[in-house]
C-alpha cells in the first residue's frame, strides 16, 4: 500500500465532506448546540424536583404540611412542631378528608390514633402515619423526609431523657455499626477510588454510541454516496490501489467521527461552563484523574472499538446497493451498539465480570466502567483490550475483503 496516495485519498474525503454544509451543520454544530440546552433543561428538572421536597429549598419559602381532624389538637400539634424540627417555616394545616393532598396543596398528610390527646398526656409514645401520594415524587420524597425528622427528633429526645436520669443512650446500644471499604482493611485488596457517579454512568453509554453514530454519515457517502454519483468508478481508475483507497477512506471516517465526538463532548462542556450549578445536580466536580497506565489502556480500548465500527460500517456501504439502503442498515444495528450501552447504565464498577471482557461493545464499556470507578483491574482491562484487537482484526479482514471483490462493489 502507498502511504502517499491513501493520504491524497484522505484529503480528497475530507475536502468532501467540508463541502457538504448540510453534514457539518447536522453532525458538527447540532451536537454543540442541542447537549447545552438538553443538559439544562435535565439539571433544571432535578433542580425543581428538589425544590419541590419538603426543605428542599433550603428552607425559604413556608412549607404546610397536612394533619387530619384528630392530630388537630393544641397537645399534638404542638408534639408534631417540635418532631419536624429542622424543616423550616412548616405550617400545619387541617386536611380530614385529604382533599389538599389529593390537589397537590400538600406534599403529605400527618394522621395519628383517635386517642392521641390521651397518649400524648400520659407521655407514651405516639404513632405517626405519614400519608402520601406514591404516584408523585415530590409527595414520596417530602414523605422519606417527614418520617427522617420525626425519626430523628424523637431519637434527640429520647437521648434528653436518658441523659436527665444520667443515662447514656449510645450506653445502652448492644451493637453499633461501622462501614469500611475492604481497601481499607486488606493490603491485597483491588485499587480503588471513588469517581464521579453521573461520569461513571452517562460517559461509557455516550461515547459507544457516539462512536457508532458519529461515523454513519461518513461512511455512508464515501462509498454508497459515491456509487450513486458515479465517482467511485473514476477514483479506482488512478494510480492508487484498492488498498490506499481504503486506507484514506477508512482514515477520514475516523477523522470525522472524532471531530463529532469532540463537538458533542464540546456541548455538555459548554453546558457546564454556562450553567455552574449544574455541577452539583450531576454529582459535583468532572474532572478525571486516571493512573497513566489505565487511561492507556482505556483509550486503546476507544481505538479498538471505533476501528471495529468503522470497518463494519464501511463493508455494510460497500455491500449496499443505495446509500439510502447503507444509512438503513447501520441505523438497524444502531440498536447492537445501544443494547450493551443502556443495558449497563447504572452497572458498578465492582460488578464487571471475566465474562463481559470478552462480548463486544460491553467489553471496552466495561473497561470504561473500572477507570471511572476506581476498579484499577488490570487483568481483565487487558482481556478487554486482547478481546477488542480481535474484533477489529476480524473487522479489518471482512473490509478488505469486501472491498475488494467488484461483484460485492458494483452490485446493482
Not at 433542580?47 to 425559604?60: A, C, P, R, T, Y
Not at 463486544?360 to 486482547?386: C, E, F, H, Q, W
Not at 480481535?390 to 462493489?409: H, I, N
Request: proline residues 4%; hydrophobic residues 55%; contains cysteine.
Amino acid at each position: 500500500m502507498n502511504i502517499r496516495h491513501a493520504l491524497i485519498v484522505f484529503r480528497k474525503e475530507i475536502s468532501d465532506i467540508i463541502r457538504d454544509r448540510r453534514t457539518l451543520i447536522t453532525t458538527l454544530l447540532m451536537p454543540m448546540l442541542l447537549m447545552p440546552i438538553l443538559f439544562y433543561f435535565m439539571g433544571s428538572s432535578i433542580e425543581n424536583m428538589e425544590k419541590n421536597i419538603v426543605g428542599g429549598d433550603g428552607g425559604s419559602a413556608r412549607t404546610s404540611i397536612g394533619i387530619t381532624a384528630r392530630a388537630d389538637t393544641p397537645a399534638v400539634r404542638e408534639l408534631l412542631t417540635r418532631m419536624l424540627a429542622g424543616i423550616d417555616n412548616v405550617d400545619l394545616v387541617l386536611d380530614s378528608d385529604l382533599a389538599l393532598l389529593k390537589d397537590e396543596k400538600v406534599p403529605a398528610v400527618l394522621d395519628v390514633p383517635g386517642d392521641a390527646d390521651a397518649i400524648v398526656a400520659r407521655g407514651e409514645p405516639l404513632k405517626v402515619d405519614v400519608i402520601y401520594d406514591e404516584s408523585k415524587i415530590s409527595s414520596s420524597g417530602s414523605a422519606n423526609r417527614i418520617a427522617s425528622a420525626i425519626s430523628d427528633n424523637a431519637d434527640a429526645v429520647l437521648r434528653e431523657k436518658l441523659h436527665s436520669m444520667g443515662i447514656e443512650l449510645d450506653d445502652l446500644k448492644p451493637a453499633e455499626p461501622s462501614m469500611k471499604s475492604i481497601a481499607s482493611v486488606s493490603e491485597d485488596a483491588p485499587q480503588t477510588g471513588a469517581g464521579n457517579p453521573f461520569i461513571s454512568m452517562m460517559l461509557p453509554m455516550m461515547l459507544s454510541i457516539l462512536l457508532w453514530s458519529g461515523a454513519i454519515g461518513a461512511s455512508t457517502d464515501m462509498v454508497a454516496g459515491e456509487k450513486e454519483r458515479f465517482t467511485l468508478e473514476p477514483l479506482l481508475a488512478t494510480c492508487a490501489n484498492r488498498m490506499a483507497i481504503l486506507a484514506g477512506k477508512m482514515l477520514a471516517v475516523m477523522a470525522f467521527m472524532l471531530v463529532s465526538l469532540l463537538s458533542t463532548l464540546l456541548g455538555m462542556g459548554l453546558a457546564f461552563a454556562i450553567s455552574p450549578a449544574l455541577l452539583a445536580v450531576y454529582g459535583g466536580s468532572m474532572s478525571l484523574a486516571l493512573p497513566p497506565a489505565t487511561a492507556a489502556l482505556v483509550l486503546l480500548n476507544v481505538v479498538m472499538l471505533g476501528m471495529t465500527f468503522i470497518s463494519i460500517q464501511i463493508t455494510l456501504s460497500t455491500m449496499a446497493r443505495s446509500m439510502k439502503q447503507a444509512q438503513q442498515w447501520l441505523s438497524l444495528l444502531m440498536l447492537a451498539v445501544m443494547a450493551p450501552a443502556f443495558s449497563t447504565m447504572f452497572l458498578q464498577a465492582g460488578d464487571v465480570s471475566v465474562a463481559m471482557m470478552f462480548v463486544p461493545v460491553l467489553n471496552t464499556i466495561a473497561a470504561m466502567k473500572m477507570a471511572l470507578g476506581g476498579v484499577l483491574r488490570y487483568d481483565l482491562m487487558l482481556i478487554s483490550l486482547a478481546s477488542a484487537a480481535v474484533y477489529m482484526a476480524a473487522a479489518l479482514m471482512v473490509t478488505v475483503k469486501m472491498f475488494g471483490r467488484e461483484s460485492v462493489l458494483f452490485r446493482a
